[in-house]
Structure formats: structure tokens, C-alpha cells
Nanobody
Framework: QVQLVESGGGLVQPGGSLRLSCVASGSIVSINTMGWYRQAPGKERELVAAITSGGSTNYADSVKGRFTISRDNVKNTVYLRMNSLKPEDTAVYYC???????????????WGQGTQVTVSS
């Protein structure tokens, strides 16, 4: 089996910073794209940022210049550094990864359980 476990969420004041981490574990052969999504109450889940195994990144327009995604391929970990946080960044943040498992012929999408980020004074 494969698990994604997020950490680093919490309550922060507007203008503050947080760093989210997500570790993938289990019977992993390789990990392709890793990303962060978020879902605010009453809204659909949306892509925040993604990073390929080679390090190419893309970001939602709403977070460009404020958030930075990175990964450690040795540790099977993806990070999201969030600066200049705004109340509209409040959401549950989910880690996502496209993973090839041992004895599998194709890769599959896996999701973490989510971590709450609340930006409020």
C-alpha cells in the first residue's frame, strides 16, 4: 500500500507564513508529479501547485509569487512554502502524487488526508 501523510497546517495571521510537508511511503517504485490542492468550504477542490520529478513547477495564478513548491526525491517528500498568507487562502490542503507501485504496470493517483490552513486575525 501507499500512504501520503501531510503536516504543517494551522492557524496563522494574515501576512504570515506556513510550510506544509507531505511524505509518501509504502511500496513505491517511483513518483511522478506531486502537487498540492485545496478546498475551501462550499468550493470545489483546486490545484494550488505541482512539481514534476524533474523539478518543473506550475502554480495557480492566485498564489504565484507567494507560494513555493519543492520536493526531496530521496525522502519522497513534497513541500509547500506559503508566504504572505491571505484570509482567502483558508482551506483544507491536500497532497497528491502520481505513484508507480511495486508489481504495478501503471501509476495511480494518491491523496493525503488533508491539513487545515486557517488565515485569520
Amino acid at each position: 500500500q501507499v500512504q501520503l501523510v501531510e503536516s504543517g497546517g494551522g492557524l496563522v495571521q494574515p501576512g504570515g507564513s506556513l510550510r506544509l510537508s507531505c511524505v509518501a511511503s509504502g511500496s513505491i517504485v517511483s513518483i511522478n508529479t506531486m502537487g498540492w490542492y485545496r478546498q475551501a468550504p462550499g468550493k470545489e477542490r483546486e490545484l494550488v501547485a505541482a512539481i514534476t520529478s524533474g523539478g518543473s513547477t506550475n502554480y495557480a495564478d492566485s498564489v504565484k509569487g507567494r507560494f513555493t513548491i519543492s520536493r526531496d526525491n530521496v525522502k519522497n517528500t513534497v513541500y509547500l512554502r506559503m508566504n504572505s498568507l491571505k484570509p482567502e487562502d483558508t482551506a483544507v490542503y491536500y497532497c497528491n502524487a502520481d505513484i508507480l507501485r511495486i508489481a504495478s504496470v501503471r501509476s495511480y493517483d494518491y491523496w493525503g488526508q488533508g491539513t487545515q490552513v486557517t488565515v485569520s486575525s
